[in-house]
C-alpha cells in the first residue's frame, strides 16, 4: 500500500501541472535566494575584514607592547626600534613576503591662516599601494615617491584647509623627546576613497619624511607583514617570536597575528551579529513564501481528499500521501534552486560583482564603513556547506507547510471535505 | 502654624550668621588677584621640566612680557626646540619654527594644543592677559589651610558658555591674595588640569609665583614645573621686541 502511496503522490503533483510548478518555482526561487545571499554576505565580512588586515592590520603585526596600551592617544615614542634589523630577521622566516612598516601621528597643519588637525601616516609609497591600491584612490595630482618632501592628504581634509594639489603645507608635530618641531612639505595629490574617516583626517608621507619629524631614527610604530598563507599566521607569528630574540630590544617588539587583533576582535562578531540578523529576516521571508505557496496548493484539494475519504482511504494514507507529495515537491524545487544557486554564486566569486555600479557613486558616502576602499568590487564567498543547508532549510519548510492541513485531513470526515471546497 | 514661623525664624537666624561672617565678597577677592598680577614689564630666565611617563625633559627659555597682553618667548634648549620663538599679542600666537623657517599663527580651539610638549596649553600661557573677574562668576566655599597658609577656598564659574575651564576651585592665599592650588574642569565636570603654585617670591611689594606645577589630568603620569630662575620687572624691552619680524630674526 505504502508504495503505492508513493506512485499516487508522484501522479497527484503531475495531475495539475501549473499548480506544481508554481509550488516547485516558489521552493526552488527561494533555496536560490538563500544560497545566494548567504554567500554575498559572506563575501562582504570577508571584504571588510581585508579591506581592515590590509590597511591596519596586516597578517601578523610588530608593536610596541606601551604602544598598543595607549593606542588610543598615539603615543610617539613606543616605537619598534632598527627596522632594518628586523626586517632582516623577519625575512628569513619562511612564508613572509611582505614587510610594511607604519609611522602615525597626529599633527597640526597649517597653511595661511587655516590650521587643522590631521593624522599623519608615513610609509613606504610602493609597497602600501601594492597592498591597497592607494594611487588609485589619488583623483588629483599624483600618487607618492619612495622618499622626498611630499605628501598626498584626503580630499575633505584638503577642503577644510583650503589647498590644492602644489600648495604648500606646514606639518608640526611634537616628537619622541617632546620637542616641538614643524616642516614644510608639497601637496603632491589630493586622495577620496569614500571612507570619510580617511578623506576628514589621514595624510600620507614618506616613511623617512614621517622618521625626521619625529626625530626617531629607523624606527616605526607597526611593521605590518603579510604571509603567503594567512591561515598560519599564529605559526608563523611564533616563528617570528623566535627570530626577534635575538633583537637587543627584543622586549620591545610584541608579534601579533591577526587572529588576535583587538580589533578584529571586536569588529568580527559585530558584523556577524548583524549580517546574521539580516541573514535570519531573509530565511524568514524566504520560509513564508514556501509555506504560503505549500499551504494554498493542499487546501484547495480538501475536495479531492473528502473524495478519497470516501472512496475508503484511510486516514494514514492521506496523511502520507499529502506528506509525501510536499517531500516530493521540496526535494526536486530545492534541488533545482541548489543547481541553479550554486553554480551562480560561485561564478559570482569568480567575475565578483561591481557594488559601485549597482548602489551608484554617492551611496557609498553614506555608509561609512572601511568596505568601500577594497570592495568596489565585491566577490561572494560560496561553499558547499551554504548549499547543503539552504537545500535543507527549503525541504524541511515545505514539509513543515504541509502537516497543518495533513493534521487538518486526519480530523476531517468526507462530508465536511466536500463542503470546505474552496473554489480557486 | 507655629512649627512653621519657628522654623522661618531659625531659618533667618542662620542667614544673618552666614552673612555676618568676616568673608570679603568673592568679586573682590578676584579683583585682587587680578591687581596683583599686573606689571608694566618684565624680562624672565625660566625653565620647564616636563615628566612624563618617568622621563624628565628640560627645556630653557627666555621671555620679554608687557603688561598681560604682550609676550616674546624663545626656547633655548634642548636642541631640536633651540630658536623656536613665541609671539603673543592678547588672544593670538604666532610660532616661529626654525626648521621649517615659517610661522604658525594660532587661534581659537587650537590653542588647546600643549605648548612645546607641555602639560600647558597656549591658551594657559595667553589666559592671563583675560581677567578672571570679567569672564567668572564666583562663590567663596569655605576656608582651609593650604602648606600652612590660610586660604578661601572659591568656586568659580564661567559666564561664557564655551569657556575651556568652565568650572574653576581656587585655593587663594587670604594674606597674599594669590592662587596656590587651582582645578580646573570641563563643563561635563571631569578635572582637565590641577594647578599648584610651590614657590612664591615677593619683589618689591609684589607676590610672585616662580614655581608651579601643572598636571594635565588627561595625559598619562604627566606633569610640568615652570620654574622662572631670573625675574626682572620694569625693565626697558628692546624696540620691535613683540613683532613678526623679531619672529623671524636669526
Redesign the interface.
Known amino acids: 500500500m505504502i508504495k503505492n502511496i508513493f506512485k499516487l503522490s508522484w501522479r497527484n503533483i503531475w495531475r495539475n501541472k501549473r499548480r506544481t510548478v508554481i509550488t516547485f518555482l516558489a521552493v526552488a526561487v527561494g533555496v536560490m535566494t538563500l544560497i545566494f545571499m548567504q554567500s554575498y554576505i559572506n563575501g562582504i565580512m570577508n571584504s571588510a575584514t581585508d579591506a581592515m588586515v590590509k590597511l591596519d592590520i596586516g597578517h601578523i603585526k610588530l608593536v610596541n607592547p606601551e604602544y598598543l596600551r595607549?593606542k588610543r592617544?598615539m603615543p610617539k615614542e613606543y616605537m619598534v626600534p632598527d627596522i632594518d634589523r628586523v626586517t632582516a630577521a623577519v625575512n628569513r622566516v619562511k612564508g613572509v613576503d611582505m614587510v610594511d612598516p607604519r609611522i602615525r601621528f597626529n599633527v597640526?597643519l597649517?597653511h595661511g591662516?587655516d590650521?587643522e588637525?590631521g593624522i599623519a601616516v608615513g610609509m613606504d609609497p610602493p609597497l602600501v599601494d601594492d597592498n591597497i591600491q592607494l594611487s588609485h584612490q589619488v583623483t588629483e595630482g599624483r600618487y607618492l615617491e619612495r622618499d622626498g618632501r611630499e605628501l598626498i592628504i584626503g580630499r575633505k581634509l584638503a577642503e577644510k584647509l583650503n589647498v590644492a594639489v602644489d600648495d604648500e603645507l606646514?606639518l608640526?608635530t611634537?616628537?619622541i623627546?617632546?620637542?616641538?618641531?614643524?616642516?614644510?612639505f608639497k601637496i603632491v595629490g589630493i586622495f577620496e576613497t569614500g571612507y570619510s574617516y580617511m578623506d576628514k583626517y589621514l595624510l600620507f608621507l614618506p616613511l623617512p619624511q614621517a622618521q625626521t619629524m619625529l626625530?626617531c631614527g629607523n624606527a616605526a610604530h607597526e611593521v605590518l607583514l603579510f604571509i603567503d598563507d594567512p591561515e598560519r599566521a599564529v605559526a608563523v607569528a611564533g616563528e617570528i617570536r623566535t627570530a626577534l630574540a635575538g633583537h637587543p630590544q627584543a622586549g620591545d617588539i610584541e608579534v601579533i597575528p591577526w587572529q588576535q587583533d583587538e580589533l578584529l576582535g571586536e569588529l568580527v562578531p559585530m558584523m556577524q551579529d548583524i549580517w546574521g540578523a539580516i541573514m535570519k529576516i531573509i530565511m524568514l521571508i524566504v520560509g513564508l513564501v514556501i509555506l504560503n505557496t505549500m499551504l494554498m496548493t493542499v487546501m484547495e484539494r480538501f475536495h479531492e481528499i473528502g473524495v478519497m475519504k470516501a472512496l475508503g482511504f484511510k486516514n494514514l494514507e492521506v496523511f502520507v500521501m499529502i506528506m509525501v507529495e510536499a517531500a516530493y515537491i521540496g526535494v526536486i524545487g530545492a534541488l533545482v534552486g541548489g543547481a541553479l544557486g550554486g553554480p551562480l554564486s560561485a561564478w559570482l566569486e569568480k567575475t565578483g560583482i561591481d557594488v559601485t555600479k549597482m548602489l551608484g557613486e554617492g551611496l557609498m558616502e553614506k555608509f561609512d564603513i572601511p568596505i568601500p576602499m577594497l570592495a568596489k568590487i565585491l566577490y561572494p564567498d560560496f561553499s558547499l556547506a551554504i548549499l547543503i543547508h539552504a537545500i535543507v532549510f527549503g525541504v524541511i519548510v515545505a514539509l513543515i507547510a504541509v502537516l497543518y492541513p495533513a493534521i487538518k485531513s486526519l480530523r476531517m470526515s468526507p462530508v465536511e471535505a466536500f463542503r470546505s471546497e474552496l473554489k480557486v | 502654624m507655629k512649627r512653621t514661623i519657628l522654623f522661618t525664624a531659625l531659618l533667618g537666624l542662620l542667614w544673618l550668621f552666614t552673612g555676618a561672617q568676616d568673608t570679603p565678597g568673592a568679586e573682590d577677592i578676584l579683583e585682587k588677584i587680578d591687581e596683583n598680577m599686573v606689571f608694566d614689564t618684565a624680562y624672565v630666565e625660566a625653565e620647564m621640566r616636563?615628566t612624563?611617563r618617568n622621563r624628565l625633559?628640560t627645556k630653557t627659555f627666555t621671555s620679554f612680557s608687557q603688561g598681560n597682553e604682550k609676550s616674546f618667548l624663545e626656547f633655548l634648549s634642548?636642541a631640536?626646540?633651540r630658536g623656536?620663538k613665541i609671539l603673543k599679542i592678547e588672544e593670538i600666537v604666532q610660532?616661529y619654527?626654525p626648521?621649517?623657517?615659517?610661522i604658525?599663527?594660532?587661534s581659537g580651539h587650537?590653542l588647546r594644543?600643549?605648548m612645546?610638549?607641555?602639560d600647558f596649553s597656549y591658551e594657559d600661557m595667553t589666559e592671563r592677559s583675560k581677567k578672571l573677574r570679567e569672564e567668572y562668576r564666583a562663590e567663596v566655599k569655605g576656608r582651609e589651610e593650604i602648606d600652612g597658609r590660610p586660604c578661601w577656598v572659591m568656586e568659580l564659574v564661567s559666564r561664557l558658555p564655551k569657556q575651556t575651564y568652565f568650572t574653576r576651585k581656587v585655593w587663594v592665599d587670604s594674606e597674599r591674595y594669590l592662587g596656590l592650588r587651582e582645578e580646573l574642569y570641563a563643563k561635563s565636570g571631569k578635572l582637565l588640569k590641577v594647578m599648584t603654585v610651590d614657590e612664591i617670591k615677593t619683589t618689591r611689594n609684589r607676590f610672585y609665583p616662580v614655581k608651579v606645577t601643572l598636571e594635565d589630568k588627561l595625559?598619562?603620569n604627566s606633569r610640568t614645573e615652570m620654574i622662572i630662575t631670573r625675574i626682572d620687572f620694569d625693565v626697558p624691552v628692546p624696540e620691535g621686541t613683540f613683532s613678526e619680524r623679531n619672529l623671524m630674526r636669526k
Open positions: 595607549l592617544i597640526l597649517s591662516n590650521n588637525i606646514l608640526i611634537t616628537d623627546n617632546y620637542s616641538s618641531y614643524a616642516l614644510a626625530d | 616636563i612624563i625633559i634642548p631640536r626646540d623656536t610660532i619654527y626648521s621649517a623657517e615659517r604658525l599663527r594660532l587650537l594644543q600643549s612645546m610638549g607641555s595625559r598619562e
